[in-house]
């Protein structure tokens, strides 16, 4: 399997390692690949200086006016400053991050002054509007039927107990107690005939 390989012309890596080799031992000249990790270093250590003041001035005012894009900056910078040691920060990034983390703005912002007022309000409308359209409607419907009485129920009741409809437990059965069908108020009328309605 080795031979299936092509073999590799020395190339710059090759004289690139031996160069490491001997920065390696020598240890006053500079290491080539520690450059980019100066850089990241470098990089690195900007961010860990505090944020202006003016900058976390009055966060709690401005945060939510800010766009953002800002808005995310800024967390982005107190977050990496959070990263390292707490006791670095100023009291103006503390309180910041704080605020930012757990403040009343966004979803946990506080409802606006009378807004339980106004939903009361407005669940009463809405209950008196429901009303006056449920009188209004009644007031339009027709009369209620001519078997809603309860002379006709208790007419029904004779009918069922001649009928032996149910002779366990209903109208019909021995020392029935029970209403039967009747469930309406006498009717002024008297008993109705059959041309009534």
């Known amino acids: 399997m080795l031979r299936s390989f092509p073999r590799a012309a020395p190339s710059s890596s090759s004289i690139r390692g031996t160069s490491l080799r001997t920065a390696l031992r020598n240890?006053?000249?500079?290491?080539?690949?520690?450059?980019?990790?100066?850089?990241?270093?470098?990089?690195?250590?900007?961010?860990?200086?505090?944020?202006?003041?003016?900058?976390?001035?009055?966060?709690?005012?401005?945060?939510?006016?800010?766009?953002?894009?800002?808005?995310?900056?800024?967390?982005?910078?107190?977050?990496?400053?959070?990263k390292n040691d707490w006791h670095d920060l100023t009291l103006q990034e503390r309180k910041a991050a704080y605020w930012i983390a757990f403040g009343p703005h966004g979803p946990r912002a506080l409802p606006p002054p009378g807004e339980n007022w106004m939903v009361a309000g407005y669940t009463a409308i809405g209950i008196g509007v429901s009303f006056i359209l449920f009188l209004l409607v009644r007031t339009m419907a027709r009369p209620p039927p001519g078997t809603m009485n309860a002379q006709y129920q208790e007419m029904t009741n004779e009918y069922?107990?001649?009928?032996?409809?149910?002779?366990?437990?209903?109208?019909?059965?021995?020392?029935?107690?029970?209403?039967?069908?009747?469930?309406?108020?006498?009717?002024?009328?008297?008993?109705?005939?059959?041309?009534?309605?």
């Not at 008297?190 to 009534?196: N, V």
């Open 160 to 197: 069922l107990k001649n009928q032996k409809t149910e002779p366990i437990t209903g109208v019909s059965s021995e020392g029935y107690k029970g209403k039967g069908m009747v469930q309406s108020k006498p009717r002024k009328g008297g008993i109705p005939k059959d041309d009534d309605e």
């Open 27 to 82: 240890t006053k000249s500079p290491l080539p690949i520690c450059t980019a990790d100066a850089r990241h270093q470098q990089i690195r250590s900007a961010t860990v200086h505090a944020i202006s003041n003016p900058t976390l001035a009055g966060i709690e005012k401005r945060w939510e006016g800010m766009p953002p894009q800002e808005q995310a900056d800024l967390w982005m910078a107190l977050r990496d400053r959070m």
